[in-house]
């Protein structure tokens, strides 16, 4: 399910979706007669008021212009009084005042102006009106200086929104091609819930169930929850297969905190019954009852290709967190840290980025227990690691689980193998992994290249990983890798090779 | 998810010791006792988080891995893989294969009845699912008892006419096999087979897994020669004397109609964990009794009679 939670930037929100209007006697006083109104493009089906006569329209113009030349000048005082909601018969009143509550604290009308387009963009982002227009009207007479804010709202006709979308889930880990039903607003607190159905590039499935919520009990932080049923298919890789069937939790508390709960039954299975001896050893059940804290910094100018800014991500996991001894029990804490330096020609910029991770299991006998496989690191992958947030996971050169720690497979004397893609290792992990690279990006000199969004990019990159104990597509870059190092059984690739980037959620 | 401690040489994943067994799975048990018999030096690793699972348990050494659902078992894989082998040279007897039958099918459909169906799965839950969170332990227990049930062909319509076919079942295989048996040491005259390692485990599943009120149970008892083989053989492939922890299995009551009386047997052949870790309890009891009387009565003698008065307690 595409995140509601990330919401349209106001700045972008055309300034013409607030509608102003104006009696002429509240503003300044009554010394000057206005009458400001310019229409307001909505993007969907228009529900302003019908255009008054050509001369009202023409003063009105002029009025506007004036207006604004006064705001130039000056910031011009207003108060809001109050804030009307009209047009929602399904959605609660709090739910709506809630996203426009910023108005409230303007103070001129400039600031109004532009927290009225922040909460246009907010009403929006909640995905069940089909328009949101908000108009600036005068306030009681008695009271100068005062505007109500209007706020009309067309809820969406048909509740029911199907859809086809590429996405990434934390518990799928890679991309994938989902297909979902929506039911937006059952109980008019903005809630949205869905059934869907993915189906992963990597053989994952998962089919859930979803509720998500603007607010949480009235706080601006918004929670999702999912009951799923997903598989993961590592067999090619690591000889095993991931069921999970579970419910997480997850709450945005802030910009850059966000906390999540994932209570699920896991099962491995090896069903060619193939694996190494290490895969072997982690064939079973388990419970997972973990909780999970990302603290997200994001200050770079593009997620796909930046040229400016940094960004820092640390994500700390602690599982095992029940009555029950048996669940699994688990620490793991991934950190990424990514700086990008402008240089001025051609777009071009430096790329610098380190990321690592650790993992190990906690309660009693911890030192001689491995780790879950599922918990560990990999490296290796069509991820670039100049967009994955992911921690230690992507790197350049490597196939999808095609570096460090590995052991031999089952030998059986039959020959049923697939053939050509057969390999005879597991990569079975680490419970340290860290990469580094430093990226160079930059424009061709040719326009047709650099229309199209086509950029080269010339890398260095590294990535080591050891035992203590990949993922969206959206742009397309075509590497070169040159392998300076790697050991006896990596998988690696020289050459040319295709690398989809894409920002992480 | 357990560690090894050596990857060289030989090792048999089962699933968890209990109840004094080394392995308390009924279908990991004549795999060990197979490969004690033919005096293979081996590893025992645990995998305790898959009881659902039909691989186990596997033998593996290096990159050879035996699996229970492959080539009809994993004792029959390691005969027909060379691993070790002990019944060269018995396919030929007429015997064989109708005692095969027998133990592999009429006792191991007693023994899964039992386990699941007529004990309730009493026996199972500390079998199985010991290292189980108990949400997925309960899932799984059903889910296994509805399994065993269809594998047994138990229906609501049919489940007393079947339960009384296996029992019937089981006690002419006791029959047979008792009177096959004798007093030898081993089913075929002094060699130790497959069909031992087999019947052996059945035995000692019956005897000291299955709870007392097990009618299987009680039906075993009744035949001592087959308790006392077993408690020969367990003696030779399980523990070594001196650390035995399980009773001997001829301190059971040899009969079910004498549910009454004392279970203890006059001649002892070992002293049991239990019996050892009660005399130094008694002892340390006793020491801390004598110790307390002392102190008291040195205490009693320091104070002066006026300033004290204490009741004598009992």
């Known amino acids: 399910m595409a995140n509601p939670a990330d919401k349209p930037d106001p700045n972008l929100t055309s300034p013409d979706e607030v509608e102003l209007r104006e009696d002429p006697e509240d503003i300044n006083g009554g010394e000057e007669e206005e009458e400001d109104e310019y229409e307001g493009?909505?993007?969907?089906?228009?529900?302003?008021?019908?255009?008054?006569?050509?001369?009202?329209?023409?003063?009105?113009?002029?009025?506007?212009?004036?207006?604004?030349?006064?705001?130039?000048?000056?910031?011009?005082?207003v108060r809001v009084h109050d804030v009307i909601v009209k047009g929602n018969e399904k959605t609660k009143d709090h739910v709506i005042e809630a996203e426009v509550d910023g108005v409230r604290h303007a103070t001129t009308l400039q600031e109004l102006l532009e927290a009225a387009n922040v909460a246009n963009s907010n009403l929006r982002a909640l995905d069940i009106f089909d328009s949101v227009k908000i108009t600036l009207d005068a306030g009681p007479p008695e009271l100068p200086d005062t505007t109500n804010v209007v706020v009309k709202v067309v809820e969406s006709q048909s509740p029911l929104a199907a859809e086809i979308i590429t996405s990434t889930k934390s518990q799928a880990r890679s991309s994938s091609l989902e297909g979902s039903l929506k039911y937006k607003n059952i109980f008019g607190?903005?809630?949205?819930?869905?059934?869907?159905?993915?189906?992963?590039?990597?053989?994952?499935?998962?089919?859930?169930?979803?509720?998500?919520?603007?607010?949480?009990?009235?706080?601006?932080?918004?929670?999702?929850?999912?009951?799923?049923?997903?598989?993961?298919?590592?067999?090619?890789?690591?000889?095993?297969?991931?069921?999970?069937?579970?419910?997480?939790?997850?709450?945005?508390?802030?910009?850059?905190?966000?906390?999540?709960?994932?209570?699920?039954?896991?099962?491995?299975?090896?069903?060619?019954?193939?694996?190494?001896?290490?895969?072997?050893?982690?064939?079973?059940?388990?419970?997972?009852?973990?909780?999970?804290?990302?603290?997200?910094?994001?200050?770079?100018?593009?997620?796909?290709?930046?040229?400016?800014?940094?960004?820092?991500?640390?994500?700390?996991?602690?599982?095992?967190?029940?009555?029950?001894?048996?669940?699994?029990?688990?620490?793991?804490?991934?950190?990424?840290?990514?700086?990008?330096?402008?240089?001025?020609?051609?777009?071009?910029?430096?790329?610098?980025?380190?990321?690592?991770?650790?993992?190990?299991?906690?309660?009693?006998?911890?030192?001689?227990?491995?780790?879950?496989?599922?918990?560990?690191?990999?490296?290796?992958?069509?991820?670039?690691?100049?967009?994955?947030?992911?921690?230690?996971?992507?790197?350049?050169?490597?196939?999808?689980?095609?570096?460090?720690?590995?052991?031999?497979?089952?030998?059986?004397?039959?020959?049923?193998?697939?053939?050509g893609d057969a390999y005879e290792r597991d990569f079975v992990g680490g419970d340290v992994a860290v990469t580094a690279y430093a990226d160079l990006s930059f424009d061709f000199p040719l326009r047709w290249f650099r229309e199209r969004g086509i950029h080269g990019h010339v890398f260095a990159c590294a990535g080591n990983m050891a035992e203590l104990s990949g993922n969206k597509y959206r742009n397309f870059t075509l590497n070169y890798c040159h392998i300076l190092k790697k050991q006896e059984h990596d998988r690696a690739k020289s050459g040319f090779f295709l690398t989809f980037s894409t920002p992480s959620s | 998810m357990e560690g090894d401690q050596d990857t060289s040489g030989f090792t048999l994943v089962t699933r968890k010791p209990c109840f004094g067994l080394p392995t308390a799975c009924p279908n990991c048990l004549p795999a060990y006792i197979y490969l004690k018999l033919a005096q293979l030096p081996f590893q025992l690793?645990?995998?305790?988080?898959?009881?659902?699972?039909?691989?186990?348990?596997?033998?593996?050494?290096?990159?050879?891995?035996?699996?229970?659902?492959?080539?009809?078992?994993?004792?029959?894989?390691?005969?027909?893989?060379?691993?070790?082998?002990?019944?060269?040279?018995?396919?030929?007897?007429?015997?064989?294969?109708?005692?095969?039958?027998?133990?592999?099918?009429?006792?191991?459909?007693?023994?899964?009845?039992?386990?699941?169906?007529?004990?309730?799965?009493?026996?199972?839950?500390?079998?199985?699912?010991?290292?189980?969170?108990?949400?997925?332990?309960?899932?799984?227990?059903?889910?296994?008892?509805?399994?065993?049930?269809?594998?047994?062909?138990?229906?609501?319509?049919n489940a007393e006419q079947r339960e009384q076919q296996i029992y019937k079942r089981a006690s002419d295989a006791y029959e047979a096999l008792s009177t096959r048996l004798g007093e030898q040491k081993f089913l075929f005259e002094d060699r130790p087979s497959s069909l031992d390692a087999f019947f052996l485990s059945h035995i000692l599943f019956t005897i000291q897994v299955l709870p007392e009120t097990s009618v299987l149970r009680c039906k075993l008892l009744e035949h001592g020669n087959l308790v006392r083989y077993a408690d020969k053989l367990k003696l030779e492939c399980l523990e070594a004397p001196s650390s035995s922890s399980s009773p001997p299995l001829h301190s059971f009551p040899s009969s079910f109609s004498r549910k009454g009386s004392k279970p203890k047997s006059k001649q002892k052949v070992e002293k049991t964990e239990e019996e050892k870790k009660f005399k130094k309890r008694a002892k340390y009891f006793l020491a801390a009794q004598f110790l307390a009387v002392v102190i008291y009565l040195s205490v009693m003698g320091g104070v002066s009679n006026d300033e004290l008065e204490y009741e004598d307690d009992d």
């Open chain 2, 45 to 157: 690793a645990f995998n305790s988080t898959f009881p659902d699972s039909d691989e186990l348990p596997y033998f593996e050494t290096g990159t050879y891995v035996a699996y229970n659902n492959e080539d009809g078992g994993v004792i029959e894989k390691l005969k027909k893989d060379g691993v070790v082998n002990l019944d060269s040279q018995l396919h030929s007897q007429p015997e064989y294969l109708s005692l095969k039958a027998l133990i592999l099918s009429w006792l191991e459909e007693a023994l899964a009845y039992e386990t699941w169906v007529g004990t309730e799965g009493v026996s199972a839950w500390k079998i199985y699912y010991a290292d189980l969170p108990w949400v997925i332990s309960k899932v799984l227990f059903y889910k296994q008892t509805y399994m065993a049930k269809t594998r047994l062909g138990i229906t609501k319509e």
């Open chain 1, 189 to 419: 607190h903005g809630d949205i819930w869905d059934t869907s159905l993915a189906y992963g590039c990597d053989s994952s499935g998962e089919v859930g169930l979803g509720l998500y919520l603007p607010r949480l009990r009235g706080r601006p932080s918004p929670f999702t929850s999912r009951v799923y049923l997903s598989t993961q298919d590592w067999i090619k890789f690591s000889s095993y297969r991931e069921r999970a069937l579970g419910v997480s939790l997850g709450v945005l508390l802030s910009k850059n905190h966000e906390l999540g709960y994932t209570l699920a039954w896991r099962n491995l299975i090896d069903p060619t019954q193939m694996a190494s001896r290490a895969i072997r050893r982690q064939i079973g059940h388990s419970l997972v009852s973990d909780l999970k804290y990302s603290f997200k910094v994001d200050e770079r100018n593009s997620a796909l290709r930046p040229t400016r800014g940094y960004s820092f991500v640390s994500t700390s996991q602690i599982g095992g967190l029940a009555p029950d001894s048996r669940t699994l029990r688990f620490l793991r804490q991934e950190f990424d840290v990514k700086y990008a330096v402008p240089l001025g020609f051609y777009r071009s910029a430096l790329n610098f980025g380190v990321s690592g991770g650790i993992t190990f299991p906690w309660g009693s006998g911890y030192k001689s227990r491995a780790s879950s496989v599922s918990e560990r690191f990999f490296l290796g992958g069509n991820i670039s690691p100049v967009c994955s947030l992911e921690g230690p996971s992507a790197l350049w050169g490597f196939k999808t689980r095609g570096l460090g720690p590995n052991e031999p497979r089952r030998e059986v004397e039959d020959e049923n193998q697939s053939g």
């Open chain 1, 41 to 77: 493009e909505d993007d969907d089906e228009a529900t302003a008021s019908k255009p008054q006569s050509r001369e009202d329209a023409a003063a009105s113009r002029v009025n506007a212009q004036n207006l604004f030349r006064r705001m130039g000048v000056a910031p011009v005082p």
